[in-house]
């Protein structure tokens, strides 16, 4: 039944190190996006692909990059991350632009 | 995109209607109104959305004023699985499918 997966649920990583956080989709939906949502505050778009191209949000650090090798699968890589990019991430798919976003359950990511 | 302006919270009894206002009075001619909704650590959920005409569906009902200055979310029967964070969310006229999230409603529906 799930539509829009996440994997892991949860992320732990140290400041600095390299990691990657996967999104999959079993919609078939031509748009893929990601959130940032850190504590108490609203999801916030960084970057989001219309099939295989890719948009990003003018004030997305480049410390964040993505990736959509198909149509089903999106991953976000932060590359150093910082104690400041612990937040929830979120994937979320449309069939288009301004249809309906449906939301993965998100990845909590820890830095230490 | 229009902004759009939400009360940070309110409450509402178990089994009552919860009204959930929300004004976009910059709103123009070709954007929607739509209302997502987050319930404690989970992705937000859609909701539903309009134009112009009030719209219905087994969630919610919009009701949208003639102006589209402002817009109402029903929720009929609320229950306890109703408390979530509320956004009204104003798009359409850009490409980009984007939504631009507000500081949204805590809705507390309380027994």
């Known amino acids: 039944d799930a539509m829009v997966i996440q994997n892991p649920r949860y992320q732990v990583t140290q400041f600095g190190k390299p990691v990657t956080l996967s999104c999959s989709q079993t919609l078939n939906h031509n748009v893929m996006y990601w959130y940032q949502q850190k504590s108490s505050q609203a999801p916030k778009l960084l970057f989001h692909?219309?099939?295989?191209?890719?948009?990003n949000e003018a004030d997305t650090p480049d410390n964040f990059q993505s990736r959509r090798p198909n149509t089903s699968f999106c991953f976000l890589d932060i590359r150093s991350p910082g104690l400041g990019d612990a937040a929830m991430y979120l994937c979320?798919?449309?069939?288009?632009?301004?249809?309906?976003?449906?939301f993965g359950p998100g990845t909590r990511l820890l830095v230490l | 995109d229009a902004k759009t302006t939400q009360p940070p919270s309110m409450d509402c009894a178990e089994g009552r209607a919860a009204n959930l206002p929300c004004n976009h009075s910059?709103?123009?001619?070709?954007?929607?109104v739509y209302w997502y909704r987050q319930i404690h650590s989970q992705g937000p959920q859609y909701i539903i959305h309009g134009l112009k005409n009030n719209e219905t569906n087994e969630m919610a009902s919009l009701i949208i004023t003639e102006d589209r200055k402002s817009s109402t979310l029903i929720l009929p029967h609320a229950t306890l699985r109703d408390t979530a964070v509320y956004y009204c969310i104003v798009g359409g006229s850009s490409n980009t499918g984007k939504l631009i999230f507000g500081q949204g409603t805590t809705l507390q529906v309380k027994p």
């Open positions: 910059t709103i123009s001619g070709n954007e929607y």
């Open positions: 692909y219309y099939d295989k191209d890719f948009n």
């Open positions: 979320a798919t449309s069939r288009d632009a301004w249809e309906t976003q449906y």
